[in-house]
C-alpha cells in the first residue's frame, strides 16, 4: 500500500526533507562528506557493507529527475560519473550499481553501490546489506582516498590511487 496523501506530501516537502536538512554537513546519521559541487554532494554511506558505497545527492530539493532542466540533469549525472569512477579507482569493484529510487526519500539522489567479488550478482541489489561500520580512522582514510581519487578524476581519466587499501577489499 502507498503511503496516504498526507504521508506523500510531508516527504514531498522541502521544509521536512532530511536531505535538505542534512546532506550538506560534514557527517551525518548516514554518511560523511567527501566533496560538494556546484550541483550536488558525494557522501560516502556510513554503512560500508559494499566498500565504498557512496551517495550523490543533488543540492536542490528536486523530487523527480523528470523535472530536472538539461542543464542540471547533465551536471548530475556528470557527478555520478565522476563519483564511480573515484570508486573505481580506490575500490576496483566488479561492478558499480547506479540506483535512483525515492520512494522513501524524494529527493533526487543516486546510489554508487559497488559490487564486490563476494557478492552474488544473482541477488537482487539491497543497499541496506550488513551494516558493516568501519573504525573512525578508516572511515576517514576512506573519505580521504576519495576524495584525492576524486581530484584525480577531474579531466575523466581513471587513475589507481596509490597507497590505500581499502577495509575489506579483495586483494
Ligand atoms: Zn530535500
Known amino acids: 500500500m502507498w503511503w496516504s496523501g498526507d504521508e506523500w506530501e510531508a516527504l514531498l516537502d522541502p521544509g ?40 550523490v545527492i543533488l543540492r536542490e530539493h528536486v523530487t523527480d529527475m523528470g523535472r530536472l532542466p538539461s542543464e542540471q540533469l547533465h551536471a548530475f549525472w556528470t557527478d555520478v560519473q565522476r563519483a564511480g569512477r573515484a570508486v573505481e579507482s580506490v575500490y576496483a569493484p566488479r561492478k558499480i550499481d547506479y540506483l535512483v529510487m525515492g520512494h522513501r526519500m524524494p529527493h533526487l539522489h543516486c546510489h554508487v553501490f559497488p559490487q564486490h567479488h563476494q557478492d552474488d550478482p544473482k541477488r537482487n541489489v539491497d543497499i541496506s546489506d550488513g551494516p558493516v561500520t568501519l573504525a573512525p580512522g578508516e572511515l576517514k582514510d576512506a573519505v580521504h582516498a576519495l576524495g584525492r581519487a576524486w581530484s584525480t578524476t577531474a579531466t575523466g581519466a581513471t587513475v589507481r590511487s596509490g597507497g590505500y587499501i581499502p577495509p575489506r577489499a579483495e586483494q
Open 16 to 55: 521536512q526533507c532530511g536531505m535538505c536538512r542534512d546532506a550538506h554537513l560534514a557527517e551525518n546519521e548516514h554518511s560523511v562528506l567527501i566533496v560538494s559541487t556546484p550541483t550536488s554532494h558525494l557522501r560516502l554511506a556510513r554503512n560500508q557493507a559494499h566498500a565504498g558505497y557512496c551517495l
